[in-house]
T-cell receptor, first 115, second 111 residues
Framework: DSGVTQTPKHLITATGQRVTLRCSPR?????VYWYQQSLDQGLQFLIQ???????AKGNILERFSAQQFPDLHSELNLSSLELGDSALYFC??????????????FGPGTRLTVT | SQELEQSPQSLIVQEGKNLTINCTSS?????LYWYKQKYGEGLIFLMM?????EEKSHEKITAKLDEKKQQSSLHITASQPSHAGIYLC???????????FGTGTSLTVIP
C-alpha cells in the first residue's frame, strides 16, 4: 500500500458527460501528479500541483482540469468525455516540488470507461 | 516521439536466468527512476539514479545510469516469477518541468 488513495476505482459513463476523480496524497507529501495510461499512448503526464499551486503541465487537454485543495487532496475533472478518454488515471504524490522531485508514490488508479 | 525509449518491449525468460532492460533518453536526463507495474495496478517505485555512473541495487535488481549516453539499464539476476510485470523508466528531461515515462518492458518469468 503506497498510502495514496484514489476514488472511485471504476467509472463508467457516456460520451459528453463530466466526471471528477479524487486523490488523497500520502501523509506529508505536498506534490500531486496526475497521469493517464492507455494502451496506445502509454503513461502520459498530465499535470502537477505543489502545495495548492500548479507547477507543471503535460499533455493535458483543455477539456480536463485539476486542482489541489488546502488539505492537499486533488481532483481531476474531465468534461465533454469522448471514447478516447477511456483509460486508467493515476495519481501520484511526492514530498518535493519541481526540481527536487524525488520518487513518486502511485495510487491504485481509476479506470474510466466512456461508452 | 517518445522522450524515453525502452528495450526490449517484452521479454520472456526462464526462471533463474539473468536479464537486462534498457532505457534511453533523446534529451538530457535530470534523474532517472525505475518503476514496476502489475497489469492494471499502480506503479511501485524501485530505484532512483541521479548521478552519472551511479549504480544501485535492491535485492536481485541493479540499475545503472550512464549520463554520457543518456541511458540507464536495469539488470535482474536469477529471475523469479515474482519479478514478472511491466518495468517503466521515468525521468525529467531537459530543463522542462514535465515528467516522462518510457514505453515499458513487459517481463514474463516462466517457472
Amino acid at each position: 500500500d503506497s498510502g495514496v488513495t484514489q476514488t472511485p476505482k471504476h467509472l463508467i459513463t457516456a460520451t459528453g458527460q463530466r466526471v471528477t476523480l479524487r486523490c488523497s496524497p500520502r501523509s506529508g507529501d505536498l506534490s500531486v501528479y496526475w497521469y493517464q495510461q492507455s494502451l496506445d499512448q502509454g503513461l502520459q503526464f498530465l499535470i502537477q500541483y505543489y502545495n495548492g499551486e500548479e507547477r507543471a503541465k503535460g499533455n493535458i487537454l483543455e477539456r480536463f482540469s485539476a486542482q489541489q485543495f488546502p488539505d492537499l487532496h486533488s481532483e481531476l475533472n474531465l468534461s465533454s468525455l469522448e471514447l478516447g478518454d477511456s483509460a486508467l488515471y493515476f495519481c501520484a504524490s511526492s514530498v518535493g516540488q519541481v526540481g527536487h522531485r524525488g520518487e513518486q508514490y502511485f495510487g491504485p488508479g481509476t479506470r474510466l470507461t466512456v461508452t | 516521439s517518445q522522450e524515453l525509449e525502452q528495450s526490449p518491449q517484452s521479454l520472456i525468460v526462464q526462471e533463474g536466468k539473468n536479464l537486462t532492460i534498457n532505457c534511453t533518453s533523446s534529451k538530457t536526463l535530470y534523474g532517472l527512476y525505475w518503476y514496476k507495474q502489475k497489469y492494471g495496478e499502480g506503479l511501485i517505485f524501485l530505484m532512483m539514479l541521479q548521478k552519472g555512473g551511479e549504480e544501485k541495487s535492491h535485492e536481485k535488481i541493479t540499475a545503472k545510469l550512464d549520463e554520457k549516453k543518456q541511458q540507464s539499464s536495469l539488470h535482474i539476476t536469477a529471475s523469479q516469477p515474482s519479478h514478472a510485470g511491466i518495468y517503466l523508466c521515468g525521468a525529467a528531461v531537459s530543463t522542462g518541468n514535465q515528467f516522462y515515462f518510457g514505453t515499458g518492458t513487459s517481463l514474463t518469468v516462466i517457472p
